[in-house]
């Protein structure tokens, strides 16, 4: 099951896989441009953390970069390192979980952008500074209400009254999260923005950043100077109750192994969950939970076939390696061995198939495995 175009070496992965992964870094890159555009005069930065929610930050942000984007958001230091070789020394690269204790020259060596997240954070660049004799730029991070990172209400008053506790550091950025943006109902989100303008005399002369991808969705007053997306860039829905905005970025097809038709009263699967009621035919597909394919999703999940209307129940557990769709009444040319269905596609959107496990679908994308044939488009 090889297709025009890919080159051999893909079409190798491909045959040799259980699953193909298909990525749509054209499509990345337009859901960037759509949040730009939505965020007025703020810059849109792009959050590229867990390899780029799963889909490869290697392959993800120099596209991104490519179109324009010049700030970019990981986790962890260790990312932050990995992400400035593959981007070069232009983009700013802004680390959220800040500085690890004994880090700090790390930081600085990689020219990346601690988030400072508390006064021992604080201290520590505070005190390269010092011993290097420079101004080390940094972000700040307030707490406005998630209880997760950045300063308490009274640390940011009591910067705002000290600056010496900030000297030799410049906050170019001060930011905060929002913990409700995907209920814009949520009063929590007007009491954060209060908040957030409040706090902000810690830093005066910084600029601001509320916003991730729903909070884009809230409207201007959360815009601020910048917005921090991700996953809506990857085509995970801001906001659960309306339609989804954004470009879909990832196709999941899965391969069969081999179909049987069984008769009424066969079970399938471990622990036999599921008894067929008729004569069926079960095809056994080559992805599993160990592809992070959720065996929570064995209840009520879907494969779709392209042209095929509507979907077709996952039945039984899912196993590591493998899970069954029932593909009673599908033709059977369709759906012979080495044939693919879709997972996540046009047919199975991935809120669909992150529901069916009782997720979302950051947590899907973010556990999708490595055991897949990855195309990038
Ligand atoms: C993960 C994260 C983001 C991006 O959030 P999305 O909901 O994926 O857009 C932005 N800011 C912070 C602080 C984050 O942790």
């Not at 949520?186 to 303008?197: G, S, V, Y």
């Not at 597909?285 to 209840?299: I, P, S």
Request: proline residues 7%; charged residues 15%.
């Amino acid at each position: 099951m090889t297709e025009p175009g890919l080159d051999p070496s893909e079409a190798t992965q491909r045959a040799w896989a259980g699953g193909w992964l298909t990525i749509d870094r054209a499509a990345i890159v337009a859901n960037w441009r759509t949040l730009d555009d939505l965020s007025g005069a703020a810059e849109c930065a792009a959050v590229v953390k867990a390899d780029a929610y799963g889909l490869g930050i290697d392959r993800v942000a120099p596209a991104l970069a490519a179109a324009g984007c010049r700030s970019f958001f990981v986790a962890h230091l260790g990312e932050g390192v990995a992400l400035r070789t593959v981007l070069g020394e232009a983009p700013a690269i802004h680390v959220l979980n800040g500085i690890p204790p004994g880090t700090a020259p790390a930081f600085r060596a990689h020219r990346l952008l601690p988030v400072l997240n508390g006064m021992t954070q604080i201290a520590e660049w505070r005190a390269l500074a010092a011993a290097c004799g420079e101004t080390l730029a940094a972000t700040l991070q307030l707490d406005t209400g998630m209880s997760r990172f950045g300063l308490s209400p009274e640390e940011a008053m009591r910067l705002a009254g000290e600056p010496a506790l900030l000297e030799g550091i410049a906050i170019g950025l001060v930011m905060s999260h929002l913990g409700c943006a995907d209920t814009p109902d949520d009063p929590r989100n007007a009491a954060q923005l209060a908040a957030f303008h409040r706090l902000r005399a810690a830093a005066p002369d910084a600029r601001a950043s509320l916003a991730a991808s729903s909070g884009i969705f809230l409207g201007a007053a959360y815009h601020a100077g910048m917005v921090r997306p991700g996953a809506a860039l990857y085509g995970v829905p801001p906001n659960a109750a309306r339609p989804n905005p954004m470009r879909p970025v990832v196709r999941l097809q899965a391969r069969i192994v081999q179909t049987r038709i069984v008769p009424p009263g066969s079970w399938v699967g471990y622990g036999a969950r599921f008894v067929t009621r008729r004569e069926s035919r079960i095809a056994t597909l080559a992805v599993g939970y160990a592809d992070g394919f959720l065996r929570a999703g064995g209840g009520e999940g879907a494969a779709s076939l392209p042209g095929w209307p509507g979907t077709l129940p996952i039945v039984g557990r899912i196993s590591m390696d493998c899970l069954a769709v029932d593909v009673t009444g599908v033709e059977a040319g369709l759906v012979q061995d080495g044939a693919a269905l879709d997972l996540i596609g046009p047919g199975r959107p991935l809120e669909d198939a992150a529901d069916a496990a009782g997720t979302i679908g950051y947590e899907l994308l973010t556990g999708l495995g490595h055991r897949y044939a990855r195309t990038y488009i």
